[in-house]
C-alpha cells in the first residue's frame, strides 16, 4: 500500500510541474468507513461501480488526471480479486487495505470523485468475500483503528 502512495504522490507531484494546477486544500476530517450506509446504498454503489466507464476521457487537469490513474488501478484490483480464492485473514487483509487506499485517494481528489473510487474499492472487497469459504470481516471501528494506526506510522 504505501508503494501504491509513493506512485501516486510521484504521479501528483509531475502533474503539477507539467499542468501548473495547484491542489485545492481540502477537509482534514475524513468519511467513516461504510458507518451510515445501510444495504440499499451499498447495492446503489455497487451498480454504480459496474457501470463506471475506467477508460471514459478525463478532464485536462490535476485531479482528473489522478482520478484517472486511480480509476484504473482499482478497477484492476476489483479484477484482481474475482480471479482469486481468499482465507478468512485474506479478506481482512483486503478490508484494511482498500480502507486505506480509500483514505489516502481522499487527499488527491475531490470529494465528488472519491466517492466513484470509494464504490470500486467496496466493490474489490466484496468480490474478495465471494471468494472466501468463510468471510468474517472487521467491524468498521476495528478498520478505523488500524488505518489510523498506520497512518500515525508514517
Same mark, same amino acid.
Do not use: H, W
Given at each position: 500500500?504505501t508503494?501504491?502512495?509513493k506512485e501516486?504522490h510521484?504521479?501528483d507531484?509531475?502533474?503539477?510541474? =507539467? @499542468?501548473?494546477d495547484?491542489? %485545492?486544500?481540502r477537509?482534514?476530517?475524513? *468519511?467513516p468507513?461504510?458507518?451510515? $450506509?445501510?444495504?440499499m446504498?451499498?447495492?446503489?454503489?455497487?451498480?454504480?461501480a459496474?457501470k463506471?466507464?475506467?477508460?471514459?476521457?478525463?478532464?485536462f487537469?490535476?485531479?482528473?488526471?489522478i482520478?484517472? =490513474? @486511480?480509476?484504473?488501478?482499482? %478497477?484492476?484490483?476489483?479484477?484482481y480479486m *474475482?480471479?482469486?480464492?481468499f482465507? $478468512?485473514f485474506?479478506v481482512?487483509?483486503?478490508q484494511v487495505?482498500?480502507?486505506?487506499?480509500?483514505?489516502?485517494?481522499?487527499i488527491f481528489v475531490e470529494?465528488?470523485d472519491a466517492?466513484?473510487?470509494?464504490?470500486l @474499492?467496496?466493490?474489490?472487497?466484496?468480490?474478495?468475500?465471494r471468494?472466501c469459504?468463510d468471510?468474517?470481516?472487521i467491524?468498521v471501528?476495528g478498520v478505523e483503528r488500524?488505518?489510523?494506526?498506520r497512518?500515525?506510522?508514517?
Open positions: 500500500e508503494v501504491i502512495l501516486v510521484a504521479f507531484a509531475q502533474l503539477a510541474n =507539467i @499542468l501548473g495547484p491542489r %485545492k486544500s477537509p482534514s476530517e475524513r *468519511r468507513l461504510n458507518r451510515f $450506509k445501510d444495504s446504498e451499498l447495492e446503489i454503489e455497487r451498480l454504480v459496474k463506471l466507464q475506467i477508460f471514459a476521457p478525463i478532464p487537469n490535476r485531479n482528473g488526471a482520478v484517472g =490513474i @486511480l480509476r484504473i488501478a482499482f %478497477k484492476a484490483l476489483y479484477e *474475482r480471479e482469486e480464492m482465507a $478468512k485474506g481482512q487483509q483486503i487495505d482498500c480502507a486505506f487506499l480509500a483514505d489516502a485517494a481522499r470529494s465528488e466517492g466513484a473510487l470509494d464504490s @474499492l467496496d466493490e474489490a472487497l466484496t468480490s474478495a468475500s471468494r469459504e468471510p468474517a470481516l467491524d471501528d488500524i488505518v489510523a494506526a497512518k500515525q506510522g508514517q
